[in-house]
């Protein structure tokens, strides 16, 4: 992974439906153990901290069964203390039966790719608040301009 890199997660409360045809739905007890799970970690205790610098505002959220997490720039070096403690909770929400989760880190490429890891578990993760976009740009201090062709003069 580069030296700096964008991270997004969503944890989840697996969906099932009561009946063939019904709406999806998640257990809302096994919502509030998840949540309650997670602001007992490590990784919660120090994204929340202003130190960090890690969670702008909406960054990090929960709602209908999902908790949902985005940070940019975020030095991933395995031994940072956060990055510890992430992989630390990231473990540990794999042993909560009827948990899923996906994880995307985009970081920056040795070529003209970016670096990009994902890492899933459960049966029913949630995949569509994040994804990788690429994008052009162009860095040119000139001025550019319409100029009389030969044929013109």
Same mark, same amino acid.
């Given at each position: 992974?580069?030296?700096?890199?964008?991270?997004?997660?969503?944890?989840?409360?697996?969906?099932y439906?009561?009946?063939?045809?019904?709406e999806?739905?998640?257990?809302?007890e096994?919502?509030k153990?998840?949540?309650?799970f997670?602001?007992?970690?490590?990784?919660y &205790?120090?994204a929340? /901290? #202003?130190? *960090? !610098?890690?969670?702008?505002?909406?960054?990090?959220?929960w709602?209908?069964?999902?908790?949902?997490?985005?940070a940019?720039?975020?030095?991933?070096?395995?031994?940072?203390?956060?990055?510890k403690a992430?992989?630390?909770?990231?473990?540990?929400m794999?042993?909560i039966?009827?948990?899923?989760?996906?994880?995307?880190?985009?970081?920056e490429?040795?070529g003209?790719?970016p670096?990009?890891?994902?890492? &899933?578990f459960?049966? /029913? #993760?949630? *995949? !569509?608040y994040?994804g990788?976009?690429?994008s052009?740009?162009?860095n040119?201090d000139?001025?550019?301009?319409?100029?009389?062709?030969?044929e013109?003069k």
């Open positions: 992974m580069g030296y700096r890199s964008d991270v997004a997660f969503c944890l989840s409360v697996n969906t439906r009561k009946e063939e045809g019904e999806w739905e998640y257990d809302k096994k919502f153990e998840m949540v309650g997670f602001k007992l970690t490590k990784f &205790e120090q929340i /901290d #202003p130190q *960090y !610098n890690l969670i702008k505002e909406n960054h990090l959220g709602r209908e069964g999902e908790i949902i997490f985005y940019e720039n975020w030095k991933w070096y395995t031994d940072y203390p956060i990055v992430f992989d630390e909770m990231w473990e540990s794999q042993d039966e009827g948990i899923s989760g996906y994880v995307m880190r985009v970081g490429g040795d003209d790719e670096d990009v890891a994902t890492d &899933e459960g049966d /029913d #993760p949630t *995949y !569509n994040f990788v976009h690429t052009m740009y162009f040119d000139t001025t550019l301009g319409m100029t009389q062709t030969d013109e």
